[in-house]
């Protein structure tokens, strides 16, 4: 029986949707605006259609030619949002019809009731920044403070999340996150995404980093997604990374939790012999995002993008007869953009089998064709949403 990986490379967006005027990020761009920066190398992805995807996602192919061997397509999100959870979720089938909660951009950015109520029943001596703030520049900025005074470190962004940041050692990783577990049953009727605990180590401003405890507290989604579907099926289900935080642990099962895209690689390459008949695994590869995209670093992610491409051809020799492989991204984070936030542009989508027809699958009017796709080929579902494009036929 056919078996299906999904590898998601974070914030990898090609450009072109339709309504990013309306987010604020029309041009954005983020395998472009890397190219305008660098000659970016990465001949595997290139072979699988990257360069082409992008032509049909914005009319241009900023790479160099590749003897195509893959399918590939470009998939527009449906869902209003350019966060993490909206696009996992409308990749796994589940498109979100109504829009998350956000908070303003004030100082405070949080209502007063509800950082009463973590303090209050945290028994914390209050919170620090409270703000729309860079994960990195709010830890420089306010870790002096909070190790000497004990209050945690929380901010916003444009997603739906609050992040609360905190010293491992001085403040405690458990006691972090039970401030999160606080901060999340707070927020459910603001309809806010994520909790996100944002854990790190060091003494003095230049020393502080955050450490791959990071834990996300997620609301569940409100439909069985491809992975819960296949998990109900008795499927072999191995989830590399944080997927498990995204789906909210719900179908998710064997969680992978390692740090960094290196450990993700490694991770996956171990997991696929093992993957039972029919199974799915899934690995989110966030240092794009969360290391070069939002530090607004196009030199550095188009190194990582190379880096990655370099070990693709370790997880292709792995694939067996019948076996799906799909790389795709979740939105963008266009690193030559204003701002820290991600951009809402469409995603590439690549895919390899052994003996694949090359070609074209498209334009694709929703991510959740995606999750589709993989439903077919592994003989489940279908799932709620989502239209399956011909694995072995592809269009021209």
Not at 15 to 21: E, K, R, V
Not at 181 to 188: G, P, Q, W
Not at 236 to 259: F, L, Q
């Amino acid at each position: 029986m056919a078996r299906a990986f999904l590898l998601i490379l974070d914030s990898f967006g090609i450009g072109g949707a339709p309504d990013a005027a309306s987010f604020g990020d029309e041009g954005s761009n983020t395998l472009g605006h890397i190219c305008d920066r660098m000659t970016l190398d990465v001949p595997h992805m290139g072979s699988l259609g990257l360069g082409r995807a992008a032509a049909l996602s914005t009319g241009r192919n900023p790479l160099a030619d590749a003897e195509l061997i893959g399918q590939y397509g470009v998939a527009r999100e449906v869902s209003r949002g350019k966060d993490t959870i909206t696009g996992h979720w409308e990749i796994a089938g589940v498109p979100l019809a109504f829009d998350w909660g956000y908070f303003p951009h004030t100082v405070p950015a949080f209502p007063q009731d509800l950082i009463d109520g973590i303090v209050t029943r945290c028994k914390l001596p209050g919170l620090l920044a409270m703000c729309h703030a860079s994960g990195t520049e709010v830890i420089e900025d306010f870790g002096t403070e909070h190790i000497r005074s004990g209050k945690p470190i929380a901010y916003t962004s444009a997603d739906s999340v609050l992040q609360i940041a905190a010293h491992e050692e001085h403040f405690g990783l458990e006691r972090l996150y039970d401030v999160c577990r606080v901060a999340r049953e707070l927020t459910y009727p603001m309809n806010i995404g994520r909790i996100i605990a944002r854990p790190f180590l060091g003494e003095t401003p230049g020393e502080f980093r955050r450490t791959g405890h990071r834990k996300d507290f997620a609301v569940t989604p409100p439909r069985p997604t491809l992975l819960k579907v296949l998990a109900d099926a008795g499927r072999d289900v191995v989830s590399v990374g944080k997927i498990g935080d995204i789906y909210a642990h719900v179908g998710t099962g064997r969680e992978i939790k390692v740090a960094g895209n290196p450990a993700f690689l490694e991770a996956t390459l171990a997991n696929m012999d093992a993957l039972g008949e029919g199974g799915f695994l899934m690995t989110n590869f966030v240092d794009f995002d969360s290391e070069f995209g939002h530090r607004r670093d196009p030199i550095g992610y188009g190194r990582l993008l190379e880096a990655f491409d370099a070990e693709l051809p370790r997880i292709m020799h792995k694939l067996r007869k019948g076996d799906l492989l799909i790389l795709t991204a979740d939105h963008g984070n266009d690193p030559t953009w204003t701002g820290t936030d991600h951009t809402r542009e469409q995603i590439p989508v690549m895919s390899f089998m052994p003996g694949m027809i090359p070609g074209s699958f498209g334009l694709r009017t929703s991510f959740a064709d995606i999750g589709q796709t993989i439903a077919r080929q592994l003989d489940v579902g279908p799932l709620a949403a989502g239209t399956a494009w011909d694995v072995a036929s592809p269009a021209a």
